[in-house]
Each structure stands twice: as structure tokens, then as C-alpha cells.
């Protein structure tokens, strides 16, 4: 089945900075790959997600990057605020998965003032 | 996006009894799921909510551990049975309609054993 590795686990950046979260796949067919933001004590929420015919996606101040042939998908935030500071999920749907996502192990994001 | 309730938010309850959990989706949906998330981990699925027919569970979850029953395109429930304290988690249902869509989340529920 897919495998998603997520690094690094912990990430500190001052606010204004770009912070930068990679993960890596094992199922060549996977074809769907969602970040999730997840604040203390609340749900994992979608923040973006990327299909596999498409290299990058952007929203105002995230984007995420697709390469396929190195199996790997990266969240990008730009101008990091406070707010910006929860653990970040990345996530892949395997080729045959029938929508089953796996996780990665998650990235606690600190953005300091 | 599909709104998902899920209660109760949480429950504290004694070892060896059973507690079933709710999710309701505001619409009707495809695909159902259920994921156990222990403090500071990532989202572990439990098992595939199939309308109409039994639940299709992860490696490592059974049946008789985690009854599902999913009797329509917006109800779930999941059922955690003779709970220890290893079963404290957080339970999630999210929802998602169609393969490849995006997926979301309920609140969750807090559920310690003591």
C-alpha cells in the first residue's frame, strides 16, 4: 500500500518567513495529494490539495508543488504569520486506495511574532 | 464543502464497556471513513463505511473491536467495544464524495478509558 513520509516534524520560522514542509510517496499511482492543517484541539482542515496532472497550485499565500517522478509534494507558505503556527498533514491516495488517504506524520509549524 | 457532525465531542468512560459514536453529514456522500488519532500522531484510518454492506477495515482493526454500520448516504456510526485505556484516542469520521474529492472532517470525539 502508499507509504507518505513527512519531514521535518517540527519547524520554527519568525513571522514574515517562508516555511517550507516536504513529503514523499511510495505508490507511483497515486494520483491525489491534500494538506491539512490541524489546530490544537480541532479538526484537520483541507488548506489545498494537488492532482497528479498538475505541477503547482497556488492560494494567495500557500502553494503546493507536484513531482512525480521523484514522488514527492511540498507545501509552501509565504509572509508566515501566528496564526499560520498548528501541525501541518500532507496526504496521498494511493492508485487503487478507493479514496483512502494516508498520512503523513504531521509538522508542528511555530511562527514566532 | 459537506458539513459533518460528529457526538458526543468527547466521553469519559470505564473499562470494558462500549460507546458509539455518531456522524452525520449534512449531504448525501460517496465514501465514509473513520480514523483514530492518539495525542501528538498522525490520523490512523480505521476502516471504509460502505453504505448497505459491511465495513471494509485497515490492517491491525476488526470488526468485533469497531462495529460500523452506515445506513444511508449521510449517517455513520462507529462503535468502539470493550474499551481499555489503550483505546483513549480522538475518532474522526470524515466524508468525501467520490474518489479523488476532496475529504473532510468532523470535530471528532475525545474518548478516554479509565
Known amino acids: 500500500g502508499e507509504n507518505v513520509e513527512q519531514h521535518p516534524s517540527t519547524l520554527s520560522v519568525q513571522e514574515g518567513d517562508s516555511a517550507v514542509i516536504k513529503c514523499t510517496y511510495s505508490d507511483s499511482a497515486s494520483n491525489y495529494f491534500p494538506w491539512y492543517k490541524q489546530e490544537l484541539g480541532k479538526r484537520p482542515q483541507l488548506i489545498i490539495d494537488?492532482?497528479?496532472?498538475?505541477g503547482e497550485k497556488k492560494d494567495q499565500r500557500i502553494a503546493v508543488t507536484l513531482n512525480k517522478t521523484a514522488k514527492h509534494f511540498s507545501l509552501h507558505i509565504t509572509e508566515t504569520q501566528p496564526e499560520d503556527s498548528a501541525v501541518y498533514f500532507c496526504?496521498?491516495?494511493?492508485?487503487?486506495?478507493?479514496?483512502?488517504?494516508?498520512f503523513g506524520q504531521g509538522t508542528i509549524l511555530t511562527v514566532h511574532p | 464543502s459537506a458539513v459533518i457532525s460528529q457526538k458526543p465531542s468527547r466521553d469519559i468512560c470505564q473499562r470494558g464497556t462500549s460507546l458509539t459514536i455518531q456522524c452525520q453529514v449534512d449531504?448525501?456522500?460517496?465514501?465514509m471513513f473513520w480514523y483514530r488519532q492518539q495525542p501528538g500522531q498522525s490520523l490512523t484510518l480505521i476502516a471504509t463505511?460502505?453504505?448497505?454492506?459491511?465495513?471494509?477495515?485497515e490492517s491491525g482493526f476488526v470488526i468485533d473491536k469497531f462495529p460500523i454500520s452506515r445506513p444511508n448516504l449521510t449517517f455513520s456510526t462507529l462503535t468502539v467495544s470493550n474499551m481499555s485505556p489503550e483505546d483513549s484516542s480522538i475518532y474522526l469520521c470524515?466524508?468525501?464524495?467520490?474518489?479523488?474529492?476532496?475529504?473532510?472532517f468532523g470535530d471528532g470525539t475525545r474518548l478516554s478509558i479509565l
Open positions: 449531504s448525501q456522500v460517496t465514501m
Open positions: 463505511a460502505n453504505q448497505g454492506s459491511e465495513a471494509t477495515y
Open positions: 496526504a496521498a491516495i494511493g492508485g487503487t486506495s478507493y479514496g483512502k488517504l494516508t
Open positions: 470524515s466524508a468525501q464524495d467520490g474518489y479523488n474529492q476532496p475529504q473532510h
Open positions: 494537488i492532482r497528479s496532472n498538475v
